[in-house]
């Protein structure tokens, strides 16, 4: 092994070891006690309680924030070059063409598929169970803002004949500007191109750039490291600030629609231990105690890009499988594998039209799928970004978005919830994708394609 990499391998492991010792420190449990406080104090000076006046209960609100509010713009600072790094080392280290082409499309195809398929359980939940018929929705529309809803705007791109210049947009004719402006797609498809030929390059002439960007990732997860002892700090302010604004009845009133998501997470877990079963042939109860610690993490910080590092530990010391599968796929499915953010969005998209009294027809339903899997794809794995792609659902659907405003005092537990369905996805997804990689290579004849790899195997 190249010395280099040798060092890249054993920083990497020192980092993921940093990472897993504030799992083993309880980072998870600070995390709750964090929430509760946050509860308790945004009750305390919140409209239920009335002992301070409005203005001061703000005041209060945006001290107690601040904390969050820098935690939420490291994790934002480190995103893009957390993700390029890893994308493009992830590429180079696969030595077959073929594989990699093979893995990447069908990477694609299973993130695409299982994001459409949880929103459409989102969906079908929330139609089932009538979330929004829990609340005095007269009271909550005059609380939250006018009822009234503008008409369901296609998302550019969806008509016929622009779809040809669409295409051709999502490719960056500035990646550097795309880079400044937070733009994840043309991040993931600059760092695929560069990663590709990279690939195509000799050895000698590829190093130099591999090196700077083993240091870049590096780099990027010490900052990381650093950021998550925020995280306890960062929960008990967003949730005092939130809690101050809407006050507990609200929150009480909003049991049922939290239920509803998190039922609904329990559902795709489920589905992703069936999956485990019987596309990556491993023990589903193995699977779950393989991942447990990156689950945990995630929960704690709500970001799929800070347990990144763990995440492609996890895969490869834990689940067997090769670098080349892990260091492209986890980054990859921390910006385009957003299945538990998508479920959530279609939940709380039928539980607002429920509030606001609207009947969404089918076609609006088929817009809001569409929309919710285009719109996860290239959304940044930072906390709380469901919340923004959100919005742009409930434009989509023609429900007001001033009703964000009345889910944002419960979104923290359920975006910590559905950040560890997240990393469960991706996890799954290598797993699956290695073992069917090995299988392939199994079954070609001596001397076309590599040897099976141990590892990846069950």
């Known amino acids: 092994m190249h010395p280099i990499e040798l060092i890249h391998l054993r920083s990497l492991k ?14 998870w449990l600070q995390v709750l006690v964090g929430m509760l406080l946050g509860v ?24 107690a924030a601040l904390p969050g509010r820098v935690f939420l713009g490291a994790i934002q600072m480190v995103v893009v070059p957390l993700v390029f790094a890893s994308i493009i080392r992830g590429l180079a280290a696969s030595e077959n063409m073929d594989e990699l082409r093979r893995t990447g499309l069908q990477a694609v195809a299973f993130f695409v598929a299982t994001t459409t398929l949880a929103i459409v359980i989102g969906i079908g939940l929330a139609i089932v169970v009538q979330p929004g018929r829990f609340l005095d929705a007269a ?8 009822a009234q809803t503008a008409a369901p705007q296609v998302p550019a791109g969806f008509g016929g004949s622009s779809v040809p210049q669409a295409l051709v947009n ?22 695929v191109i560069m990663g590709v030929a990279l690939v195509s390059l000799p050895v000698e002439q590829s190093q130099p750039l591999l090196a700077l960007l083993g240091s870049l990732q590096q780099v990027s997860m010490t900052i990381v490291r650093w950021t998550m002892w925020l995280a306890p700090l960062a929960v008990f302010g967003l949730i005092t600030q939130l809690t101050s604004k809407l006050g ?20 795709l877990l489920l589905l992703y231990l069936v999956l485990a079963w019987t596309a990556a042939r491993r023990s589903p109860w193995k699977f779950l105690r393989d991942i447990r610690e990156v689950q945990l993490l995630a929960f704690s910080t709500s970001s799929s890009a800070a347990v990144m590092p763990l995440s492609i530990r996890t895969a490869e010391e ?17 910006t385009i594998n957003m299945n538990g953010t998508a479920l959530y969005q279609g939940v709380a998209t039928m539980f607002l039209a429920q509030v606001f009294g609207l009947e969404l027809t089918a076609g609006q339903l088929a817009l809001v799928v569409v929309t919710a899997v285009a719109a996860s794809i290239g959304s ?26 009345l889910i944002m005092g419960v979104d923290r537990i359920l975006d910590m919830s559905r950040t ?6 991706d996890l799954l997804a290598t797993a699956i994708l290695d073992h069917r990689a090995a299988n392939t290579a199994s079954a070609l004849p001596q001397g076309e394609g590599q040897a099976p790899c141990e590892a990846g195997s069950p």
């Open 380 to 405: 940044p794995a930072t906390p709380g970004v469901g919340i923004v792609i959100l919005s742009m659902v409930l434009g989509s659907a023609g429900v007001p978005v001033a009703g964000i405003g």
């Open 14 to 27: 020192y980092l993921s070891d940093q990472l897993q010792s504030l799992v083993r420190g309880r980072l």
């Open 40 to 63: 308790v104090l945004g009750v305390a000076i919140g409209p239920s309680a009335g002992w301070v006046d409005a203005e001061t209960a703000a005041t209060v609100g945006d001290w």
């Open 420 to 425: 560890a369905v997240n990393v469960t996805g």
């Open 139 to 146: 009271s909550i529309r005059a609380a939250v803002g006018s």
């Open 170 to 191: 999502l490719i960056p004719s500035n990646p550097l500007g795309a880079m400044v402006q937070g733009e994840m797609l043309g991040v993931v498809l600059f760092a």
């Open 318 to 334: 834990k689940l067997g499988v090769r670098p080349s599968v892990s260091q492209f796929v986890i980054p990859l499915g921390a």
């Open 248 to 267: 507990l009845r609200a929150l009480i009133g909003m049991s049922v629609y939290v239920g509803t998501v998190l039922a609904g997470l329990l559902l």
